[in-house]
């Protein structure tokens, strides 16, 4: 077990490296800041000066592991067009998006899980047939153009819940909703349950609980989903990542400041540090997310042992 | 080599059932609306009513025909510069086909033939592709087509390496799984003991039992990577203007939401369509191709 946990930890950090040495490199591929903070009548003087202030002049390699020893004392650098730590400006925007994705899964599981018992417990009947739809326009409907529409209707044409932007709960409703019914997360986890549960509900023990006369709901909700649950949860540990980066278009359509628009923006000034800082930041969640979910399912399925 | 991760584990549960019989028979109406827009993709200059990109201030932002003010002559009305809408979706589906499968096309075969390698020759080579695949997969994919996308500069060549870059990935891990539940059969090697080079074995043996499982990943990503494009549009790096994406369309009706609401609808129905067609599709050959789901029925 301790072993099992070293050698994901030492790929974790493998990958950690792996995803470094890709976003120094492809960040400094789209440009140089100075063309965004100098103007255009500037000298070759007053560009070298400002490089040189920026630490811009050196080596690419010499940057790179400065960069590298910084991050290992958790230093991100400093953002090139606001001036504040890199480590600043996430605290400040990571709470929002870990709130935002927070609600959409939430509000992905309450509709998804007792659809998609339901559906598997009724295969070809109504429920399975709402629970297929869901999960193919969920993933079919592009979340920037449901978020537009939904703000149309429900803070324009009706006028009942504001259009985003940070503030009371009633804020969070509208994003959520988009985040969370639209793109991968419903449609993912309505799919998977649906599956395991069919595959769970075949097992011998579930046959040896209805032979015990145990109610046949009690069977489903209980014996069975607990299993079927299992896939459903590595799931979401995985998809947690990728819904972090994902939130950047949402986060665009409900100008929500969050992580997803901080990476935006700082791509588009070419604001190097902060791009770095966001994408290392996002892998790291991920890798961490995924390494949670593998030892969680120590606890959940007793017959899992790592050597 | 099983693979124990969690996420290895949840990909193994969903290749096993991926919609466990969800689909019935022959999908008609995708099928007839995957045709609709293919047609209008190959055909969109003789069938656009105007040029996509003529302007007439005189005629800015008319309604659909439908509506008081429209036209007969703008079909679904005119936009801020007074372009033919209609004429902008059609265009439209000729950019959102193209990028979605000549991108996945890219993808599909390096992905394949690196998939193909590592399984077949494992080894080193191997360990080196999968890891990069690994890597490559844990990336927060949207940032990175974001960061691609900026660094390679706007156009529609770019957008669709940007695309391919972010997929093959998938295509060596199922390639890679398949050659290695073929390469251990009879056949294969009896091919070898008859002086087969690997390149034949791996051509003509192995490939072809490889093909299915790869043309529903490929329907499926098709899909995908056309929502990707218009998300990338959407956020103003993707294709650029005046080419009327449906993303950059959309982007540009968010702003006439309360007055013109028809500019950013009508793209986002089209869009809409267009996947869930291709998604129904993908859904029906997967469980008409996989041997694996034939197994199970």
Known sequence: ??????????????????????????????????????????????????AEELALDRPVVV?????????????????????????????????????????????????????????????????????????????????????????AIFSGVLGWLPAGRQGGPEHLVLPAVTLGLFGFMLSGVL?????????????????????????????AWHHALSNALIPVITFIGFYFGIMMSGTVVVETVFAWPGVGRLAYEAVQWRDYPVVQGVVIVIALITILANLAVDLLYCYLDPRIRYG | MADHTALGRARRVASRRPGSGWTGG??????????????????????????????????????????????????????????????????GARISMLTGVVSVLIAGAVGTLL??????????????????????????????????????????????????????ARFTRLARAETLTWKERDFVALARVAGCSSARILAVHIFPNVVNALVVLATLQIGWVIVVEAALSFLGV????????????????????????????????????????????????????????????
């Open chain 2, 238 to 297: 993707g294709v650029p203007p005046p080419s009327p994406s449906w993303g950059s369309l959309i982007a540009e009706g968010r702003n006439y939401v309360g007055s013109a609401w028809w500019l950013g609808v009508f793209p986002g129905v089209a869009l809409i369509l267009l996947v869930l067609s291709i998604n129904l599709i993908g859904d029906w050959l997967r469980d008409a191709l996989d041997p694996r789901m034939r197994e199970l029925r």
């Open chain 2, 26 to 91: 022959l999908p008609v109406v995708p099928l007839a609306i995957f045709a609709v827009f293919v047609i209008l993709a190959l055909g969109a200059d003789i069938i656009v009513p105007h040029s996509p990109y003529a302007t007439a201030l005189s005629d800015r932002l008319l309604p659909p025909f439908w509506l008081a003010g429209g036209s007969p002559d703008h079909l679904l009305g005119t936009d801020r510069l007074g372009r033919d809408l209609l004429s902008r979706v059609i265009l």
């Open chain 1, 63 to 151: 940057q790179y592991f400065v960069f590298l020893g910084n991050l290992l004392q958790g230093d991100l650098g400093t953002s090139i067009r606001t001036r504040l730590p890199v480590t600043e400006l996430l605290a400040d925007r990571l709470p929002n998006t870990l709130q935002l994705v927070g609600a959409s899964i939430v509000l992905a599981l309450l509709i998804a899980v007792p659809l998609g018992v339901a559906a598997a417990l009724g295969r070809g009947g109504f429920w399975d047939g709402l629970a297929r739809a869901m999960a193919l326009l969920g993933q079919s409907i592009p979340s920037f153009w449901v978020g537009i529409v939904l703000i």
């Open chain 2, 115 to 168: 998939g193909l390698v590592a399984g077949y020759f494992g080894g080193w080579l191997d360990s080196v592709i999968m890891r990069t695949t690994d890597a490559m997969l844990s990336f927060p994919i949207i940032l990175v087509a974001l960061v691609f996308a900026v660094s390679l500069g706007p156009g529609l060549g770019n957008l669709i390496i940007v695309l391919a870059l972010a997929m093959w």
């Open chain 1, 191 to 219: 799919r998977l349950l649906r599956g395991s549960m069919i595959d769970v509900l075949d097992g011998d023990f579930i046959r040896f609980a209805r032979i015990k006369g145990v109610p046949e709901r009690r069977i």
């Open chain 1, 1 to 50: 077990m301790k072993r099992y946990i070293l050698s994901r930890v030492g790929q974790g950090l493998a990958t950690l490296l792996v995803v470094s040495l890709f976003v120094f490199v492809m960040v400094r591929m789209t440009g140089s800041p100075l063309d965004m903070l100098l103007p255009v009548e500037a000298t070759p003087e007053m560009r070298a000066q400002a």
